[in-house]
């Protein structure tokens, strides 16, 4: 495991941006695992100036979202599909079908996890594969507990990830208790893995991932196996 420590958020999401500009300029056909959230909002701005400066093109890029919330239409607001849309998939040239995101609405969910896990493997698996973290150390919306052997699947989520995304909400009662997620060991067999930690609020979360101890209990342990992980922070959380 590699760590890169940035000088501030913007410097984190300007060295991302340009490992997976390298990659993609390198393999424009790479498959890019993608991560929701406030902590790569700013990497997604810098990937989009790097294609506004035509330094990078997706025409080829193939997406897999890492999760859906169950319950949300993809027109909802707080869904994954439309966060995706209004900060980096309008503004970049990646075409319709080739972005993936879980379904979930879908009448059949276990099928609807097969069929996703199905579309990863038909693409090679995952080239590079953008993480964030929680505060309880979960990757994805795989929470404390979940296996290591876990493939894409349903997830109860914690009561503090819910708390956590309440913000975005308008009452906590509204805030899903189930989502879809790509599982530890869909992750784990991404190429590549990129971290990014942000904020005072991950300092606990990145202090148990430097300590080294892997468990079940803390999800995202289990990056210390993988042969060619960055994880990059900001100095906001570790100072």
């Known amino acids: 495991m590699q760590i890169i420590e940035a000088e501030n ?9 340009q490992i997976i500009a390298r990659e993609i300029n390198s393999k424009p056909d790479t498959a890019l ?25 997706f025409q080829h890029t193939i997406t897999f979202n890492l999760d859906e919330y169950v319950g949300l239409p993809a027109s909802d607001s707080n869904s994954y599909h439309y966060f995706m849309k209004k900060h980096f998939f309008q503004y970049i040239d990646l075409k319709e079908e080739n972005r993936h995101i879980p379904n979930g609405m879908a009448e059949n969910l276990q099928e609807e996890c097969k069929k996703y896990e199905r579309l990863i493997e038909k693409s090679g698996g995952i080239d590079l594969q ?3 973290i929680g505060g309880n150390g979960h990757i994805g919306f795989n929470e404390p507990g979940t296996p ?3 493939q894409t699947h ?48 991950k300092y606990n979360a ?27 922070v900001d100095k906001e959380t570790v100072c």
């Open 9 to 17: 958020y913007e410097d984190m999401s300007r060295i991302a941006g």
């Open 33 to 57: 695992g993608l991560a929701t959230g406030s902590t790569p909002l700013g990497l997604y701005t810098e990937l989009v100036k790097l294609y506004e400066e035509k330094r990078l093109s």
């Open 130 to 132: 953008i993480l964030g």
């Open 148 to 150: 290591f052997s876990a």
């Open 154 to 201: 349903i997830i109860c989520l914690d009561q503090s990830t819910r708390e956590a995304n309440a913000r975005f909400f308008p009452t906590m009662e509204q805030v899903p208790a189930k989502a879809i997620t790509v599982g530890i060991e869909t992750i784990m067999r991404s190429k590549q893995i990129i971290l990014l930690i942000s904020g005072k609020t």
């Open 206 to 232: 990145y202090k148990r991932l430097l300590d080294g101890e892997i468990t079940e209990t803390f999800p995202a342990s289990i990056l210390h196996k993988h042969d060619n992980c960055t994880v990059i």
